[in-house]
């Protein structure tokens, strides 16, 4: 299981991110963006800013084969084409 905790370094990326309104996409999951023999941890972020924010969808950590320690994160962008009023109020 990952990390609950942040660091110093957390705490400036936290700090750095508030003072430009910008928001951490990552959502809980089980899986961790990294892991390998020495442990795993959320090391990866996906940033957005608040209009990009409502727009993306089904933000996961594959479970695909990355040949490496790092695993793949995936998400979709709602284009205009593709926003509802219902669901997106700035499309």
């Known amino acids: 299981m990952a990390h609950k905790l942040t660091d ?3 705490e400036k990326i936290e ?3 508030i ?3 910008l928001y951490i996409m ?3 999951s089980e899986m961790t963006t990294f ?3 020495r442990g795993s941890n959320n090391i990866y972020l996906t940033i ?3 209009k990009l924010l409502k727009k993306v969808q089904e933000w ?3 479970e695909a084969e990355s040949c490496s320690d790092h695993k793949i994160i995936q998400f979709q962008i709602a284009t205009k084409a593709l926003c509802s009023s219902e669901l997106v109020s700035d499309c």
Do not use: A, P, T, V
């Open 8 to 10: 110093g370094r957390g």
């Open 15 to 17: 700090e750095f991110l």
């Open 19 to 21: 003072s430009k309104q």
């Open 26 to 28: 990552n959502e809980d």
């Open 35 to 37: 892991q390998s023999n």
């Open 48 to 50: 957005s800013n608040n």
């Open 60 to 62: 996961k950590i594959s």
